[in-house]
């Protein structure tokens, strides 16, 4: 045990060399961070920061403006913070975005903005407003088509990307391991049978596979989760055979069959231990693989559904806005799949290295 404990840390000591694969980590801690405290950091805290605001959509980075709050007709309850962490503070006003005002008695008279150029004179009484009638906003990447905060969209994006990768790797790596060991240990007709069932699998392109497993399950969030892990884990299938082929000659292993342990417990327990360093880097580069599919499927459609934000779908509802004159509505979460990809290629190369994976 101490063995193993020693070759970790020293593992460890060769990441912490690597100041890519350092970066690596920072940015995935960072984006975990970002997807777990995602409702108390956006600007927008409504559940899928979809706070709808037509008048103000497509507006450019930076963009500033006035709003009136009016009370909704039916009363909102202030969610627990867990309920408030899980699914966002339904807003409890509607944001009227206005261009000036002035307050007369008990009134407040407001020139509302319609459009470049066109406001409306409207009065309200202070008791339908909130106590602070008019805050300022600031959209620091802008807003959508539909007047909805960027910033906002991206950090509880995050969630969609974070969870896809994950919950991906947990079912290639279970499906994987355990096929690949149990090609590799038993060989024979098990390795035949297996081999043919990855080669089936393997020469089917992962978007048809994937389009195949929605198309079976629905369209949605764990959906796609499912059908992209279900399209993943021949890779890992396959290394893992590979690993445990070569593993199973060794000294220890013939010693554990002399003791009449079991098949699956020598594969548990003596020969997985041993082929963790190769898994774990095949599941950082799984990781970033799902990311970039699950953006590709929601981009095309069949991913996660609105109103829930996903960086894909954000691209796919703003692409039309980078040939006109504000192409940063497509290009931010364009940029936020492309730090996340690169953080988990550059951890998975900082790993291979200091698991010496040959």
């Known amino acids: 045990m101490g063995n193993a404990s020693s070759y970790w840390q020293a593992a460890w000591r060769r990441l912490k060399k690597n100041k890519g694969a350092v970066f690596g980590l920072v940015v995935i801690t960072l984006a975990v961070l970002v997807a777990v405290l995602a409702y108390f950091i956006a600007p927008d805290p409504s559940p899928f920061a979809n706070r709808i605001i037509l008048e103000t959509g497509g507006n450019k980075p930076g963009f500033t403006k006035q709003f009136l709050k009016v009370k909704k007709e039916k009363e909102v309850t202030a969610p627990g913070l867990l309920q408030q962490m899980i699914s966002g503070r339904e807003d409890a006003y509607y944001y009227i975005p206005i261009n000036e005002f002035q307050k007369q008695g008990d009134s407040i008279i407001v020139q509302q903005f319609i459009d470049e150029g066109v406001t409306e004179r409207k009065a309200w009484h202070l008791s339908l407003t909130a106590a602070e009638p008019v805050v300022t906003k600031q959209f620091l990447l802008g807003t959508d088509k539909y007047g909805r905060d960027i910033l906002s969209r991206i950090i509880v994006g995050t969630r969609v990307s974070l969870s896809v990768g994950l919950i991906t790797v947990v079912i290639s790596l279970s499906i994987g391991l355990m096929l ?18 990855i080669n089936i699998i393997w020469s089917i392109p992962t978007l048809l596979l994937v389009f195949a497993i929605t198309l079976a399950l629905g369209k949605g969030f764990w959906q796609v989760f499912i059908a992209i892990g279900l399209s ?15 593993v199973r000659e060794l000294e220890y292993i013939e010693a554990t069959r002399a003791l009449g342990f079991s098949g699956i417990r020598t594969i548990t327990l003596h020969i997985w231990p041993n082929i963790m360093g190769p898994v774990m880097v095949i599941a950082a580069s799984n990781f970033a693989s799902a990311i970039v599919i699950e953006a590709g499927l929601s981009f095309l459609g069949v991913g996660v559904q609105p109103p829930q934000p996903s960086w894909g779908l954000m691209i796919k509802e703003n692409y039309n806005f980078i040939i006109t004159q504000n192409p940063m ?14 953080a988990f290629n550059l951890l998975g190369n900082g790993l291979r290295d200091a698991l010496n994976v040959r």
């Open 232 to 246: 993943m884990w021949v890779n890992v299938a396959r290394l893992v055979r590979g690993q445990v082929l070569a």
């Open 180 to 197: 690949g060991s149990l090609a590799g240990y038993y060989r024979g007709r098990t390795d035949d049978v297996i081999m043919w069932f």
């Open 329 to 342: 509505l497509a290009l931010a979460p364009g940029f936020a799949i492309m730090l996340l990809v690169l």
